[in-house]
């Protein structure tokens, strides 16, 4: 046996999504999406979550509203303007691959229509083709929380079968056009966040009185999962060279305390908010642990009799997660909260915190790829890494970020140290590496970039673009370990 160190080359790298970075909400043909409905408020525990569960009349009065007005997510980095000028700059950085999304509504504006949106095509060919002559691998992702809206309130999201039909459509369509220039495929952006983030993750409107319907949750879960399988199977048929993966939100639970109750409830939490999308798609099964959580919720989902088979023909080739901080489980009722993505944590006292509260975890990294490598037994990506803070622009244009290169350091060192641990890590994409406006928050000023972005919260400013000290010390790692 040879216990030589393990060491390995892996991809370095950048994302952005097509809802928080393209702005251009109506720019040719491009239908109104769920994301564009989604309100800025200021920053408190209640504003945070309602930004998150849209009930109908919030979409409504999104609806009324002309031009960006409180809605930052139609004006978002303003990379319509930018493409060109943001290429150049992660051309310069020396990332290897970039990670970023299409807009459904903007091939296809109501998302049911029989061709594609000629405007939007030519619009994404430019992008695909100038990431291409830059040099960089293209990481894909398909849909990334927004769907058309016109799919939500004509067809029910989701919950609708129909939907697997009209993304089919839509995959075939990126198929055609960009195949050849894709390395690697994610169906659907933290799919799992259709469970905490119903809104988000499968365009399910709160109901305006009481919680949501689980029953719908997993249903529309199950209907991304098939849509997952089948948009699999047809693009292993129309491009061979190219790789498909799943991504799931990981939290990286730790028990409160050494109480048994504690250490149940970590493993519950685990398998419930990250573990069954991941055992669907890359396992290919539905688990035994859902079997009784559904029964002790009363969840009952439809399914046709070819799913089965589907989901276990075509899992994912590899695996990927997001990852920003670890979470406590506990029965208890004691502990001060804090928050996270997507969801809300008891706070871990042995760990320090952003502004936002997401506590800083490095361990928690190596932890979780030492746990999804062992599950899945599939190449790993990381694909969404990061750290959201607020940046001062100075006179001199100058951002002075040394938190952020901090954190990037801490968490580097673990993923180094998970590739000896003998994980097999496929690359590292850092999160909004040019700022972006925040999925979770609604605002401009969590940003996440090592390049900034003028604006603030209510749309104010240039859209100019700045390096921050992080762009020079994430380019000079790259350089080194590339």
């Known amino acids: 046996m040879n216990y030589q160190k393990k060491t390995k080359k892996i991809l370095w790298g950048g994302a952005t999504a097509s809802s928080q970075y393209e702005g251009g909400y109506q720019l040719g043909g491009k239908g109104l999406d769920t994301q564009d409905c989604r309100p800025y408020l200021k920053r408190t525990s209640d504003a945070t979550t309602s930004t998150r569960l ?117 995959a075939k369509t990126v198929f055609e056009h960009w195949g050849k220039y894709v390395d690697y495929y994610l169906p659907f952006n933290e799919i799992n966040a259709g469970y905490f983030s119903p809104y988000n993750g499968v365009a399910l409107v709160k109901p305006e009185n009481g919680p949501y319907d689980q029953s719908l949750v997993f249903q529309s879960l199950h209907h991304q999962f098939v849509a997952s399988a089948q948009v699999i199977k047809l693009g292993h048929e129309m491009c061979p060279g190219s790789q498909f993966g799943c991504m799931v939100a990981c939290f990286c639970y730790y028990p409160l305390t050494a109480r048994p109750e504690d250490n149940l409830k970590a493993v519950r939490d685990e398998q419930i908010h990250q573990w069954f999308a991941v055992d669907i798609l890359a396992n290919g099964h539905y688990p035994s642990y859902m079997d009784r959580f559904f ?42 909260q804090t928050a996270g993505n997507l969801v809300v944590s008891t706070k ?6 952003s502004e936002w509260g ?62 000896d641990d ?58 080194e370990h590339a």
């Open 358 to 419: 997401w506590q800083i975890d490095p361990i928690g990294l190596r932890i979780m790829l030492n746990k999804m490598y062992d599950r899945t037994q599939k190449p790993v990506f990381i694909s969404e890494n990061g750290f959201g803070a607020r940046d001062v622009l100075e006179v001199d244009g100058s951002i002075h970020d040394p938190y952020r290169i901090e954190y990037l350091k801490q968490h580097f060192e673990q993923i180094e140290q998970a590739i």
């Open 295 to 336: 029964r002790e919720n009363d969840i009952h989902i439809q399914m046709e009799p070819e799913d089965e088979q589907l989901l276990r023909d075509y899992t994912s080739d590899f695996v990927s997660f997001s990852y920003y901080s670890s979470s406590i489980a506990t029965t208890q009722e004691t502990g001060e």
């Open 54 to 170: 849209l009930t109908q009349s919030v979409i409504d009065q999104a609806k009324q509203v002309e031009g960006i007005g409180n809605y930052p997510f139609r004006m978002g980095s303003d990379g319509v303007d930018h493409i060109e000028e943001d290429i150049a700059l992660l051309k310069e950085l020396g990332i290897e691959i970039y990670r970023f999304s299409i807009s459904w509504a903007r091939l296809y504006p109501r998302g049911d229509e029989e061709q594609p949106n000629e405007e939007g095509i030519r619009f994404y060919d430019a992008i695909f083709e100038k990431v291409h002559q830059a040099g960089m691998k293209i990481f894909l992702t398909m849909t990334h929380y927004a769907v058309p809206l016109y799919l939500v309130e004509h067809y029910g999201g989701w919950t609708n079968r129909k939907l697997i039909t009209f993304y089919l459509r839509f």
């Open 422 to 479: 003998g994980v097999d890590v496929l690359g590292y994409i850092m999160w909004g590496v040019i700022d972006i406006v925040s999925a979770g928050s609604c605002e401009m000023e969590k940003r996440y970039g090592v390049v900034y972005v003028d604006a603030d919260n209510n749309g104010n400013g240039t859209y100019k673009r700045y390096k921050k000290d992080s762009f020079g010390w994430y380019k000079q790692f790259i350089e």
């Open 348 to 353: 871990n006292p042995y760990l320090n915190a």
